[in-house]
């Protein structure tokens, strides 16, 4: 059971254009979502995160929204780079600030943009 | 201010063998997660450690265990290996609950 869903495996942007990351959940526990930017055989890099107690999160390039009654997070990269290109993993975890650190992953997207 | 270290990067075993694999967080980081990442199932959670107690297990076989130290370094150890086994493993630090939470590099697990 997919808690948590990237519907696309892939997206393809211009340089300079809006690069839009969807992702959708299913459990409505979770509390705390976050972003992260993966290349081949290293580690997820932390790009930015958003609680449930707020609909928008900003950090340079990059917005997170949140739509909590439809259980939509998305993530805006404004404008995309050619660095920028890369897997992308939503993640969530049902208890911020609580006793947890457990994250549930999506599948990832690959983002690729062509300078 | 160091990442989190993972060490070995790479290792190849045979089934039916164990292995080790060792997480140095970053420092002044109480809280350490590892996570299983293959082609078909993704990233998924293995278990978290804070304050060398084991808070959090995911839905893995008793053959994978892990342990945290008081310097908070963790270790994570599976026995009688198998196929099924081969996978990137990532360990992640914060600091404590409801902190973003530094990825290592992972270590490459290849089972023979």
């Known amino acids: 059971d997919q808690q948590v869903k990237q519907n696309s495996p892939s997206l393809s942007v211009q340089e300079g254009r809006i690069s839009i990351l969807n992702c959708d959940y299913t459990?409505?526990?979770?509390?705390?979502f976050l972003w992260y930017k993966k290349y081949p055989a290293e580690g997820p890099t932390f790009l930015i995160s958003?609680?449930?107690?707020?609909d928008k999160n900003e950090d340079g390039r990059f917005t997170v929204f949140l739509n909590k009654s439809a259980k939509h997070l998305s993530l805006h990269i404004v404008p995309s780079q050619p660095g920028d290109s890369a897997v992308y993993f939503c993640?969530?975890?049902?208890?911020?600030?609580?006793?947890?650190?457990?994250?549930?992953f999506g599948t990832g997207t690959l983002l690729a943009v062509q300078p | 201010k160091a990442g989190v270290t993972q060490t070995p990067r790479y290792l190849i075993k045979t089934r039916g063998q164990q292995v080790t694999l060792s997480c140095s967080p970053i420092?002044?980081?109480?809280?350490v997660s590892w996570y299983q990442q293959t082609p078909g199932q993704g990233l998924q959670f293995l278990f978290e450690?804070?304050?060398?107690?084991?808070?959090n297990k995911g839905n893995f076989p008793g053959r994978f265990s892990g342990r945290q130290f008081s310097n908070s370094r963790s270790e994570m150890n599976v026995s009688t290996l198998e196929l099924g086994d081969s996978a990137l493993y990532l360990c992640?630090?914060?600091?404590?609950?409801?902190?973003?939470?530094?990825f290592g590099p992972g270590t490459r697990l290849t089972v023979l």
């Open positions: 992640a630090s914060s600091l404590g609950w409801g902190n973003e939470q530094f």
């Open positions: 459990n409505s526990m979770f509390d705390y």
């Open positions: 958003i609680s449930s107690i707020k």
């Open positions: 993640a969530a975890t049902p208890n911020y600030g609580g006793a947890t650190n457990k994250l549930i």
């Open positions: 420092s002044g980081h109480r809280s």
């Open positions: 450690y804070f304050s060398e107690t084991q808070r």
